[in-house]
């Protein structure tokens, strides 16, 4: 028996490939999706393997893992996966699990640890994955150094910490030296989490990224969140009025002063950086567009920067003010299941009760998450009808939902190993 290949089967999903790399191919490009890359569980398996086992993921913040022996725990579909900070300030991230009989070694969502100890039996690691002690029992022909932990691709970048589970990950490098330029003035290592949730959806991952990437929807569904946001990336935009043009001038002025990043930065259709004001009059995103947190990031004196949004298909949003930041990651859990987390960020001096409330703070996302919650639930209850059938998107306050499966088909065909299709050529990933 081959014991590579379970019960000598074969790929149990060659059959879901070949038809996924069809559909792509035949796929309208300004159309939603054909049904079963929202509902099919075979499809959400390639998903996980094409998708979240290979592309860059945001495993969470540096500040997170602030001093050695800090770790944090995270769920890649089927693998659990660890963050460890280990001697001077280096991070490293290993699958979370042990080389003795697989049990998780980290149990909890975060914690400290002098050294990385299994549960189980008790066999030891090193933060840096070396196999310390595994006791007299395994005999003296046992190596220790045959019993390292299984590393997991690792980069820091702007307190960032992305991962891949691939061998060769996609290139990011040019994408990660420039999201430390404009994140300089956050000083990330001196942030702090002052608050988490996380909110199960019953929907594809998908339609919730494709919820994320228009504001469409945003004048019947978001009124806390319309409070402070315009909804123009750019000025280029071709809705975009005279009175924004001349408010984003203005703004780039102080911003300029201020050694502020602001210009737009694309790197393809996976990551994007681009600073825009909010609402005239208001400085953060709370209810009433006054500062979240008394106490301002990093170098940051002016608190009136907008917000900078940071794009990181396939799973994240973010959105950096001058008080406070707030990063979204997505999490597949099934076909039709979907966990989204919540972070804000503040100074790490910044005081509860004092500079901060939060309830305040969370008020406008708590109330927009729910809002996009609900609407995810229902787009995927519809799609799930016999009536469902691929519909249009607009290609003026929809296209980010269209660039958005641009990248996904492509990534999906090359990760599959599949020609491209032939609108992609044109495109690009």
Not at 112 to 130: F, N, S
Not at 358 to 387: C, F, H, K, P, Y
Request: proline residues 5%.
């Amino acid at each position: 028996m081959d014991v590579t290949t379970p019960l000598s089967l074969g790929d149990p999903l060659a059959a879901a490939r070949q038809a996924t790399a069809q559909m792509l191919h035949s796929r309208e490009r300004t159309f939603s999706l054909p049904q079963p890359f929202y509902n099919d569980e075979r499809l959400f398996q390639l998903d996980m393997q094409e998708i979240f086992s290979k592309e860059w993921l945001i495993a969470g913040m540096i500040c997170e893992i602030p001093s050695k022996g800090n770790f944090l725990t995270l769920q890649v579909g089927a693998n659990p996966v660890m963050v460890v900070r280990g001697a001077e300030g280096s991070v490293h991230a290993f699958h979370n699990v042990c080389r003795h009989r697989g049990s998780r070694l980290c149990t909890s969502d975060k914690g400290k640890v002098a050294k990385l100890v299994c549960p189980y039996h008790q066999w030891t690691y090193e933060l840096d994955g070396r196999l310390l002690f595994a006791g007299s029992e395994m005999g003296a022909e046992f190596k220790l150094s045959d019993y390292h932990l299984k590393p997991v691709q690792c980069k820091v970048a702007g307190g960032y910490i992305f991962i891949s589970l691939a061998e060769n990950p996609p290139a990011i490098d040019d994408f990660l030296a420039t999201l430390t330029h404009y994140m300089e003035p956050y000083d990330m290592e001196n942030a702090k989490v002052a608050v988490q949730t996380t909110l199960v959806e019953k929907a594809n991952w998908k339609l919730v990224i494709e919820n994320n990437r228009e504001c469409y929807h945003c004048n019947g569904s978001h009124p806390e969140l319309l409070n402070t946001l315009l909804e123009w990336d750019d000025v280029t935009d071709p809705r975009a009025t005279q009175a924004f043009k001349d408010q984003v001038a203005e703004c780039t002025s102080r911003w300029d002063r201020d050694n502020i990043p602001y210009a737009h930065a694309s790197f393809g259709l996976r990551n994007r950086i681009v600073r825009m004001p909010l609402l005239k009059g208001t400085v953060s995103m709370t209810m009433d567009g006054k500062p979240g947190s008394n106490k301002l990031m990093g170098r940051i004196t002016d608190p009136d920067l907008g917000s900078m949004r940071i794009l990181h298909l396939p799973h994240s949003w973010n959105h950096c003010m001058g008080d406070h930041l707030i990063v979204f990651t997505v999490w597949p859990l099934s076909a039709q299941e979907t966990m989204v987390s919540t972070k804000w960020l503040v100074h790490k001096d910044a005081v509860e009760g004092v500079d901060y409330d939060v309830e305040r703070l969370r008020q406008v996302w708590d109330a927009t998450n729910m809002q996009d919650r609900q609407l995810a639930e229902e787009n995927q209850r519809g799609i799930n009808s016999v009536a469902y059938q691929p519909g249009p998107y607009s290609q003026t306050y929809e296209f980010g939902v269209i660039n958005f499966l641009d990248w996904y088909s492509e990534r999906m065909l090359n990760n599959l190993g599949a020609t491209p299709a032939p609108y992609l050529r044109q495109v690009g990933g």
